[in-house]
C-alpha cells in the first residue's frame, strides 16, 4: 500500500487473490478518487481483504463485486457477492465465533474511521457489505 496507493493495491491484490483462489473478483471505482488520510486508506485495504477472505472461506461464492464509490465527503465501499448468504440472526448465535471475528474486526476499522456499516443477506441470496466512510 505504501508503494502503490489505494486503488492500485485494490487491483493487485484482487488480481492476486483472485488468480490464486479462483474467485473471480471485478473492482470498480466510481468519480474521482481523491487522496484520504493513509491510516483510512490502510483501514479500507484492510477491510477488503477481510471481506474477500470471508468470501471465499464461507460464501462458497465464484464471484465478487467490490465498488468505490469517491462523493465529495464521504468515500462509499461496497462489495458484493453471490454465494449462500446467511440470515443476519445467525451472527449473534455463540457457535460462530471464528466466523464473527472478521466481521468484529470489519465493524472496529469501520468505527475508528466514524464510518457506517450496512450489511444485507439471506439464506441463498449472497451477501453485500456497504461501508460508508467520511472524507475527514
Given at each position: 500500500?505504501?508503494?502503490?496507493?489505494?486503488?492500485?493495491?485494490?487491483?493487485?491484490?484482487?488480481?492476486?487473490?483472485?488468480?490464486?483462489?479462483?474467485?473471480?473478483?471485478?473492482?470498480?471505482?466510481?468519480?474521482?478518487?481523491?487522496?484520504?488520510?493513509p491510516s483510512r486508506e490502510v483501514n479500507i485495504f484492510r477491510i477488503i481483504q477481510e471481506c474477500i477472505l470471508n468470501i471465499h472461506k464461507h460464501a462458497e461464492a465464484s464471484f465478487a463485486e467490490i465498488n468505490l464509490d469517491?462523493?465529495?465527503?464521504?468515500?462509499?465501499?461496497?462489495?458484493?457477492?453471490?454465494?449462500k448468504g446467511f440470515p443476519i440472526g445467525q451472527l449473534s448465535e455463540p457457535k460462530t465465533p471464528r466466523f464473527n471475528f472478521g466481521l468484529l474486526n470489519i465493524s472496529e476499522r469501520v468505527d475508528m474511521m466514524n464510518g457506517h456499516l450496512d450489511l444485507i443477506s439471506e439464506k441463498g441470496e449472497g451477501t453485500s457489505i456497504i461501508i460508508e466512510i467520511p472524507r475527514e
Open positions: 500500500l505504501d508503494d502503490l496507493c489505494l486503488i492500485p493495491s485494490i487491483e493487485w491484490y484482487r488480481e492476486q487473490y483472485g488468480s490464486n483462489s479462483g474467485l473471480v473478483c471485478r473492482f470498480h471505482q466510481i468519480g474521482i478518487a481523491y487522496c484520504l488520510e469517491y462523493k465529495p465527503n464521504k468515500v462509499i465501499l461496497k462489495i458484493v457477492d453471490n454465494g
